[in-house]
């Protein structure tokens, strides 16, 4: 079954991945809005958590706003937190355990969560390009004859709330990292929302000024009511979200970036007034990435049985 979600994506022509496996991208760059299948959201009207004009007055909230509609539905509708944990529960056929900052995640489990765990996420769930020797991206399929796109046309947010979800450039040839095998994609986008993997190295060239970015703060110890932490406005940020660089990052302009900045490399810049200013992200530090799936296996987690 293939599940349309335009009721999530604002009009947008995506479709969701269906049992079968299938799975149909929409255009090139549209915001990832796979946040809550609507199967879930079905399930908690159909269980009378939420009536259905709730529902789509939940989504129209998130869409106008700054939160997800994860945290529109459990802070402004008052949808209980294991309730909605159990329709995902139901949904994805795993266990449900509420958030608790105590609980040790299995190390075995994190041993297969690695780079190329996000490479095939990116490729399920959301961007995936080739980077080549001039610092072109090609599109997963892309013929060999294939021109190429600019990393500003096939990365920038035209806006707050375009976000990119997870978008995974790999190596010249697309096997793992190797000093004749990486590109260098220069990153020279006004505002960039997402979580950006590059199996390479980086260059941080932004054009412009950014954009004024409406955050949360952190919550205070001991709570976690959305309503206990303060609305901040931070201004001339270039790259809400993550930059992860499997080589070194190389700041050209200075930067401002909320979120997390990883190299596997070196971090230089050209001169001592050129910096990249990094805030926190207290959601990132819990481990809440907006662009992903809220529940997705991890591999080995599942048993196939005959």
Not at 26 to 34: H, I, L, M
Not at 116 to 134: E, F, N
Not at 147 to 158: N, R, V
Not at 212 to 235: C, I, K, M, N, Y
Request: neutral net charge; charged residues 20%; contains cysteine.
């Amino acid at each position: 079954m293939t599940v349309e979600t335009d009721i999530l994506s604002g009009g947008r022509g995506s479709k969701t991945e269906g049992s079968d496996g299938s799975s149909k991208k929409g255009n090139r760059g549209a915001k990832s809005s796979r946040t809550i299948e609507q199967n879930v959201l079905d399930a908690l009207v159909y269980r009378g958590i939420i009536s259905q004009a709730e529902v789509l007055a939940a989504v129209d909230d998130s869409k106008a706003g700054t939160f997800d509609l994860e945290t529109v539905l459990l802070d402004r509708y008052r949808v209980p937190k294991h309730a909605l944990g159990s329709a995902l529960s139901d949904f994805y056929q795993c266990p449900y355990l509420p958030y608790d900052e105590r609980t040790v995640i299995d190390a075995d489990l994190l041993k297969t969560l690695n780079l190329d765990s996000l490479k095939k996420i990116a490729l399920r769930w959301g961007t995936y390009y080739r980077l080549d020797r001039v610092g072109q991206l090609h599109p997963q399929g892309a013929s060999d004859s294939d021109q190429g796109i600019a990393p500003e046309g096939a990365l920038e947010s035209q806006a707050i709330g375009d976000h990119r979800g997870l978008v995974f450039i790999d190596t010249v040839d697309g096997q793992s990292p190797r000093v004749d095998n990486m590109g260098t994609l220069v990153l020279d986008t006004d505002y960039l929302e997402g979580l950006l993997v590059v199996q390479g190295h980086m260059v941080l060239r932004p054009r412009a000024a950014g954009k004024s970015v409406p955050v949360l703060s952190p919550s205070p110890p001991g709570t976690q009511s959305l309503g206990a932490r303060v609305p901040v406005q931070l201004s001339g940020i270039h790259v809400n979200g993550l930059l992860y660089a499997a080589g070194a990052i190389r700041i050209e302009r200075s930067a401002r970036l909320y979120g997390a900045m990883i190299a596997g490399q070196s971090v230089t810049s050209i001169g001592t007034g050129t910096v990249i200013e990094v805030w926190y992200n207290a959601d990132l530090a819990q481990g809440l990435f907006r662009g992903l799936p809220v529940v997705y296996r991890a591999p080995g987690t599942w048993l196939v049985k005959y």
